[in-house]
């Protein structure tokens, strides 16, 4: 089959990664893939598979040339934007949603019909509304949150997620859908889970190269921005009061590190603590970690929990809204622990006196390429909405 994946852009991000990922794995499966990505600038990630075709359509420009992009930005931005806050995607998504279909059906008449086109992340989708086919689908990567009133929600969600095909990442976000389209009276016209693919073996090849900044002492790790969804400052405290004797390693960037290299300081654990800055190749830092830990608020799925299962490390999360117990099923249920400082401190106490813990290949298996693609391939009556 002829697949599109589409993006709002390649930078460094897990959801730009994961859709990196899924790319690779329809060309993996021997489809005809090709990635698009809706920014021209910054181009951070790449197809890992020669096979994936990859295509730009920069959205900003597209509608700034258009005979009525302009008026129809301004006016959004200076007026209906500020009566109606954080309405901008609709005023625009209109347009941008037809300038879409245009450069599709431009790419169309040179590769050939796509078969299915698949739109990864709210922020790609909410700019392109507008633009409906019932080859489209629709990705949702998280829990879906109430941060404006509840009929204005109402209203954006008639407009993204109404008679659209979508897919979550998890039984968490499925969940999270289903309470948010009952209150929206929202009638999809497919909803259910199809899991984020873990490129197992690239992952692994990566893994193998060397950086010098690694740690020579035993360490557990973390990997994820330093926003609060993270939650850096639970972590931090449920190591401090932990008794374990490992170093504690975060590879991330973001707004509060500042405010948690204070913390670190204040909670006397700051010689301890290395803080390691964002890295474009995580993957050393985590084969070489002795246990992997999450600690945040939510996740839709948690990529970097199945990529560190990839690496060979053992992973530790505390329970939280989302996806992660869509990783944690089975034997690895044992690893989760209550989002408390107390619930994690006694789960480190607990994991780290019986590390090594060895890393089983059937942990990984609903994330392999084939399953993921096949459930994208297969039609929505093919799948329940709890699938």
């Known amino acids: 089959m002829r697949t599109l994946v589409v993006i709002h852009s390649l930078k460094m991000g897990g959801m730009e990664r994961v859709a990196v990922n ?33 295509h730009h359509f920069d959205q900003l420009q597209a509608l700034l040339k258009s005979v009525i992009g302009i008026p129809v930005f301004l006016l959004s931005r200076l007026v209906l934007g500020v009566v109606l806050p954080k309405s901008h995607f609709m005023w625009v998504g209109w347009l941008s949603g037809w300038l879409l279909k245009r450069h599709i059906q431009k790419l169309e008449r040179q590769y050939g019909h796509f078969d299915r086109i698949v739109f990864r992340g709210l922020g790609t989708f909410k700019y392109f509304w507008s633009f409906r086919d019932d080859r489209n689908f629709y990705v949702l990567e998280n829990v879906i949150h109430y941060d404006r ?13 109404h008679d659209r095909h979508l897919a979550c990442v998890s039984s968490g976000v499925l969940e999270s859908a289903h309470e948010a389209f009952g209150k929206g009276n929202i009638k999809p016209k497919s909803l259910r889970v199809i899991t984020n693919p873990c490129p197992v073996e690239q992952i692994r090849a990566l893994a193998q ?50 405010n948690l290299e204070e913390k670190a300081k204040a909670l006397g654990i700051a010689e301890r603590v290395l803080f390691a800055g964002k890295r474009k190749n995580p993957y050393p830092w985590m084969r070489q970690a002795d246990l992997f830990v999450l600690a945040s608020e939510y996740e839709g799925l948690g990529i970097v929990l199945t990529e560190a299962l990839a690496c060979g490390t053992p992973i ?18 044992a690893f989760l622990t209550p989002r408390t400082c107390e619930g994690l401190s006694a789960g480190l106490n607990a994991v780290v006196p019986r590390l090594p813990v060895e890393v089983k290949s059937e942990w990984l298996a609903p994330f392999r390429s084939k399953v993921v693609v096949a459930a994208f391939l297969n039609s929505p009556e093919e799948q329940t909405s709890d699938a």
């Open 316 to 333: 530790l999360s505390v329970d939280s809204r989302g996806g992660v117990r869509d990783v944690f099923r089975g034997e690895l249920e």
């Open 149 to 161: 009133p509840l009929w204005q929600k109402k209203l954006e969600w008639k407009l993204v997620f």
């Open 209 to 258: 190269d060397s950086d010098p900044d690694i740690p020579d002492e035993p360490y557990i790790l973390n990997v994820a921005r330093l926003v609060p969804q993270k939650g850096h400052e639970l972590l931090l405290e449920a190591f401090a009061a932990a008794g374990i004797n490992h170093k504690l390693v975060i590879v991330g960037e973001g707004e509060l590190r500042k």
């Open 22 to 54: 899924l790319a690779d794995a329809f060309a993996e499966e021997g489809h005809e893939s090709h990635l698009l990505a809706c920014r021209n600038q910054p181009n951070d990630l790449q197809p890992a598979q020669d096979a994936v075709q990859l």
